[in-house]
Nanobody, 122 residues
Framework: QVQLVESGGGLVQPGGSLRLSCVASGSIFSINSMGWYLQAPGKQRELVATITSAGSTNYADSVKGRFTISRDNARNTTYLQMNSLKPEDTAVYYC????????????????WGQGTQVTVSS
């Protein structure tokens, strides 16, 4: 019943900015963390940034100082503010979440969104 939906991708020129959003919905008791991953053409999926419900963050070295991850716990939403975009940032960006659907059932589950395309080009 849990669903993650990304939005905000598109075409932007080098040096431009985009803000991606990811909202989790369904039977959610609590979310431990949410994150963003990218998959460039012909390459494997890799970490961009993660954030816990308490606000602790982790970034890939390639995006430090340019991207900022944030969250709205009340709306089960995470955002990725992408500044100073480069052509090498071009990829499909996927959102994920580690979450619990029940207070009594032990076990954190991982969910993935379907991705949103980001293209950085002149």
């Amino acid at each position: 019943q849990v669903q993650l939906v990304e939005s905000g991708g598109g075409l932007v020129q080098p040096g431009g900015s985009l803000r991606l959003s990811c909202v989790a919905s369904g039977s959610i008791f609590s979310i431990n963390s949410m994150g963003w991953y990218l998959q460039a053409p012909g390459k494997q999926r890799e970490l961009v940034a993660t954030i816990t419900s308490a606000g602790s963050t982790n970034y890939a070295d390639s995006v430090k100082g340019r991207f900022t991850i944030s969250r709205d716990n009340a709306r089960n939403t995470t955002y990725l503010q992408m500044n100073s975009l480069k052509p090498e940032d071009t990829a499909v960006y996927y959102c994920n979440a580690f979450l619990t659907t029940s207070k009594t059932i032990v076990g954190v589950q991982l969910y993935w969104g379907q991705g949103t395309q980001v293209t950085v080009s002149s």
